[in-house]
């Protein structure tokens, strides 16, 4: 009798780290307008009364003063701003936004932005299994947006260099 006990007692324990531990694995989706587009891979969405900043997961876009970070801010802003959008959400960066993927009008906000030439695959975030991956090979052998340029810097080498200046 006391063995059936401790028997039922582990296996409710074990029911319920599993489902702490799926229900942590999982990513929570909010839903929203986007209000504000910062540049080619940031932008804001109105989630009822809260605005939330949302870094897009796993892509880097040109910074507003490189080579095409103008363009791929516009590219952005033609695809989500005052769209409704859906964020996949993957937690917070160290600046304290959403890392999130971006779907508006149905469509991959980051896919598009790398698939454009307007964003590089964030190689350091983004799984080795991404499809982000086949959508940068596309866009350079298409030299697609920021591809045109003859040796584009990427913006984590571009930020680096203006660190050290």
């Known amino acids: 009798m006391n063995n059936n006990r401790s028997l039922a007692a582990i296996a409710a324990v074990i029911a319920i780290i ?49 080579p095409f970070g103008t363009q791929s801010k ?9 769209q409704q959008a859906t964020i996949e959400t993957h937690g917070p960066d160290r600046y304290g936004r959403t890392i999130g993927d971006v779907t508006c009008k149905n469509r991959s906000a980051n896919a598009e932005q790398v698939r454009n030439g307007m964003a590089w695959v964030y190689v350091k975030y983004a799984p080795k299994n991404s499809t982000l991956y086949a959508e940068e090979k ?7 947006g920021l591809w045109a340029d003859a040796s584009p810097t990427p913006p984590w080498e571009w930020r680096k260099q203006n660190r050290e200046r």
């Not at 516009?74 to 005052?82: I, M, N, T, V, W």
């Not at 596309?138 to 697609?144: D, F, P």
């Open 18 to 66: 599993a489902m702490l531990v799926v229900k942590t694995a999982w990513a929570d989706t909010i839903t929203g307008k986007v209000v504000a587009v910062a540049d080619g891979d940031t932008l804001t969405v109105l989630n009822g009364r809260e605005e939330v900043k949302v870094r897009l997961n796993a892509i880097d876009a040109p910074e507003k003063k490189q």
């Open 74 to 82: 516009q590219a952005l802003s033609d695809l989500c701003f005052d």
């Open 138 to 144: 596309l866009a350079r052998g298409l030299r697609a």
